[in-house]
């Protein structure tokens, strides 16, 4: 079993930025295969970004140089850092966990971006 906790989300401006932070425990030991995932009202669930096997990345287009996932190997840790948000980028995001055999998602945190 993996349990996925996320934080760090909330409201902000448009132009404004967010850090959320994923932290993974139980039968985890890289932070290789997670990711995050946003699912806005009335769309599908989304890939934003994710961190590959061997420590490479890959974004959504529509957040590509605005978003960095980064991560901690010994806390098993994943973070987003957002940047110029837009009210586009409203959502739940999800951390995702998942290897050739399992398939995890945290509860979600809600990002808001309205003046």
């Known amino acids: 079993q993996v349990q996925l906790v996320e934080s760090g989300g909330g409201l902000v401006q448009p132009g404004g930025s967010l850090r959320l932070s994923c932290a993974a425990s139980?039968?985890?030991?890289?932070?290789?295969?997670m990711g995050w995932y946003r699912q806005a009202p009335g769309k599908e669930r989304e890939l934003v970004a994710r961190?590959?096997?061997?420590?490479?990345?890959n974004y959504a287009d529509s957040v590509k140089g605005r978003f960095i996932i980064s991560g901690d190997n010994a806390k098993i840790t994943v973070y987003l850092q957002m940047d110029s948000l837009t009210p586009e980028d409203t959502a739940v995001y999800y951390c995702?966990?998942?290897?050739?055999?399992?398939?995890?998602w945290g509860q979600g945190t809600q990002v808001t971006v309205s003046s």
């Open positions: 139980g039968s985890i030991f890289s932070i290789n295969g």
């Open positions: 995702r966990y998942r290897n050739l055999a399992y398939d995890y």
């Open positions: 961190i590959l096997t061997g420590s490479s990345t």
